[in-house]
C-alpha cells in the first residue's frame, strides 16, 4: 500500500510540473503577439520574420513614412490590410528592411501615386493594390518570388 501511494504522488507531482510547464508556454507565447501601438501605427512582434509586423495604420497623413524599426527591432511586415482604406494617403515610404507586405495591404488607397518596394522584398501578397487607382506603375524587385 505505502508503495502505491509515493507512486501516485510522484505521478501526481509530474503531472502537476508538466501542466505548470504548458501554461507558462502559452502566457509566453500571447505575450508574444501582443499587439501594440506606436504613434499611428499597431503592431506586433512576428516571430516567422523575426521582426515587427505593422498590423494597422490610424493616420490620415497625405505621406506615410513606415519607421524602419519599433523598439530597436526592425519592421520586416506590412500586415494583411493594414493601410486598407486609407484614402488621404498619396505616398508611402517604406523601409528597405520591409520583406513582407501582405494581402491587401493597400486595397482602396484611392489616392496612392507613389510607393517604393524595397529591394529585398520577398512576398508582395494577393491584391496588395486593388483599388489603388491613381497608382499608374511600380517597380517591381527582383527578389520577389
Known amino acids: 500500500m505505502k ?3 509515493q507512486f ?6 509530474f503531472l502537476m510540473f508538466a501542466l505548470l510547464c504548458m501554461l507558462c508556454l502559452f502566457d509566453v ?6 499587439t501594440k501601438t506606436y504613434g ?9 520574420y523575426d521582426g515587427i509586423e505593422i498590423v494597422k495604420y490610424k493616420g490620415k497623413a497625405k505621406t506615410v513614412k513606415v519607421p524602419k524599426e519599433i523598439e530597436g527591432i526592425p519592421v520586416k511586415v506590412i500586415g494583411d490590410r493594414a493601410f486598407e482604406d486609407k484614402k488621404t494617403i498619396t505616398k ?6 520591409v520583406l513582407v507586405i501582405g494581402e ?5 488607397c484611392k489616392k496612392l501615386k507613389k510607393i517604393n518596394l524595397p ?3 520577398q512576398i508582395l501578397g494577393e491584391d496588395a ?6 497608382l499608374a506603375s511600380i517597380e517591381l524587385p527582383k527578389t520577389l518570388s
Not at 29 to 34: D, G, P
Not at 40 to 48: A, L, P, T, V
Not at 92 to 97: G, N
Open 3 to 5: 508503495k502505491i501511494t
Open 8 to 13: 501516485h504522488m510522484r505521478i501526481t507531482g
Open 29 to 34: 507565447k500571447a505575450e508574444a503577439t501582443e
Open 40 to 48: 499611428k501605427y499597431q503592431y506586433c512582434y512576428n516571430e516567422e
Open 92 to 97: 508611402v515610404v517604406l523601409p528597405e528592411s
Open 104 to 108: 491587401e495591404s493597400f486595397d482602396g
Open 119 to 121: 529591394k529585398k522584398l
Open 129 to 134: 493594390f486593388k483599388a489603388c487607382v491613381k
